[in-house]
């Protein structure tokens, strides 16, 4: 804002200089008013260069947190079919210990039933058993 000042003044001066000394300060007065639209109009520029510049950083900041939450949630998909994979491991052995005559092989076929595989009923019986 200073500069901006400092050029007014330069250009007021010369303007003083050049003019006849005989001009009412009125017209002086008026060359001032009319030289504030044009600073208005560079100020609501600069404004809104600045306001622009704002609007494009949080958009950057609101993108950069968007594929932050992608990865993480990609990042958690993952972690659930690594724990998946583990769990089926974990059912195919526990379904090749289990006797199936025993009272524990009785109640699990009885609670398979309602599972399309005994592997997907392992499974579950297993992640809600640990």
Known sequence: MDSIDKLLAELQTEYKEVQPQQQPKSGTAKSFISSSPKSASFMD???????????????????????????????????????????????????AKVDPLSSEGLWFERFAESYPSKLEAAIEYLKNNE
């Open 45 to 95: 520029k600069l404004l809104a260069e600045v306001q622009a510049d704002f609007a494009e950083e949080d958009a950057a900041i609101e993108l950069k947190r968007q594929q932050e939450l992608e990865q993480e949630k990609i990042r958690q998909e993952q972690l659930k079919a690594e724990q998946l994979e583990a769990l089926k491991v974990d059912a195919k052995e526990w379904l």
